[in-house]
């Protein structure tokens, strides 16, 4: 369990408004955290906000546009301000560039968003908030991905993959990698960096064609997020262990 000695536990989700996010962030607030809910829209993000504290959490809003460095900024000085450190940082929030992308027709601008939310947010974000981890005593970064960046089960004919994809698959293939390299740079701070596979959940971002619960797929990030000192550092999880790269 990651309990500072100076307060409670401080976690920030991105794109905590809906689907997997937002039960991450249930979760987490299920444990006692306090639990920022990164979201661009203020409506959106308010009623989620209600809803998880109707729910107990002790949940409060955070303005944020992952693709934009001056949000990411403003959502770092609100935690410093309001707690001068960050323990968990959850890179939940994620676009899926419409379906489908073949690659030989890609439309190369939803490749770019796909890439600036996935790829680029999650380092926009990480490095905007990485001082205020420095700051913590157990801090945890848990950064969604999907078994759809992994190059073994792209390249195994007997795997399911789901359709050719020249925007979303890769845009995980890419944050595995650079997760790596988050964990590889960051092994000597304490800092743990792992990648969570929800597995494929009932939510917008597959037009609720996923078979699983938005809350089944919190499950390996709030495991991921309270991994105790010593635990893993730069692997890649589903609920049931860890998953080919
Ligand atoms: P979702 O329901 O579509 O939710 C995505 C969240 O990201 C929303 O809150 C959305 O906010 C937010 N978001 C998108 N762009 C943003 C931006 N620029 N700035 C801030 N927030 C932004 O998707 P989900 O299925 O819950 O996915 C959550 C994570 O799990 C993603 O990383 C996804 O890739 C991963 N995942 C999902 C599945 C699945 O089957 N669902 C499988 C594997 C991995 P708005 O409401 O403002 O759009």
């Known amino acids: 369990m990651n309990e500072n000695t100076n307060g409670r536990t401080v976690a920030l989700v991105t794109g905590a408004n809906k689907g997997i996010g937002y039960e991450i962030a249930a979760?987490?607030?299920?444990?006692?955290?306090?639990?920022?809910?990164?979201?661009?829209?203020?409506r959106r993000r308010e009623d989620a906000v209600r809803a998880l504290r109707a729910g107990g959490a002790d949940a409060f809003g955070v303005p944020l546009d992952?693709?934009?460095?001056?949000?990411?900024?403003?959502?770092?000085?609100?935690?410093?301000?309001?707690?001068?450190?960050?323990?968990?940082?959850?890179?939940?929030?994620?676009?899926?560039?419409?379906?489908?992308?073949?690659?030989?027709?890609?439309?190369?601008?939803?490749v770019r968003l796909v890439m600036e939310t996935n790829v680029l947010g999650v380092i926009r974000m990480t490095n905007a908030v990485l001082p205020l981890l420095r700051r913590s005593a157990a801090p945890r970064i848990v950064n969604m991905s999907s078994a759809v960046g992994s190059l073994t089960l792209q390249s195994d004919p007997e795997a399911f993959t789901g359709p050719a994809s020249a925007?979303?698959?890769?845009?995980?293939?890419?944050?595995?990698?650079?997760?790596?390299?988050?964990?590889?740079?960051?092994?000597?701070?304490?800092?743990l960096v792992n990648l969570a596979c929800?597995?494929?959940?009932?939510?917008?971002?597959?037009?609720?064609?996923?078979?699983?619960?938005?809350?089944?797929?919190?499950?390996?990030?709030?495991?991921?997020?309270?991994?105790?000192a010593g635990g893993p550092n730069g692997q890649f999880f589903n609920e049931d262990g860890p998953l080919p790269w």
């Open 27 to 42: 979760g987490l607030g299920a444990l006692g955290w306090q639990v920022g809910v990164g979201a661009r829209d203020e």
């Open 167 to 191: 925007a979303y698959g890769p845009s995980k293939t890419l944050l595995n990698a650079v997760t790596l390299q988050y964990a590889k740079e960051l092994s000597d701070t304490g800092i």
């Open 66 to 110: 992952v693709t934009d460095d001056d949000s990411a900024t403003a959502a770092a000085e609100l935690l410093a301000e309001r707690f001068g450190r960050l323990d968990v940082l959850v890179n939940n929030a994620a676009v899926a560039g419409g379906w489908s992308q073949q690659p030989s027709t890609a439309d190369l601008a939803a």
């Open 198 to 228: 929800p597995g494929y959940c009932d939510t917008d971002l597959n037009g609720h064609r996923g078979t699983r619960t938005p809350a089944q797929g919190a499950v390996i990030a709030v495991r991921l997020a309270t991994l105790p």
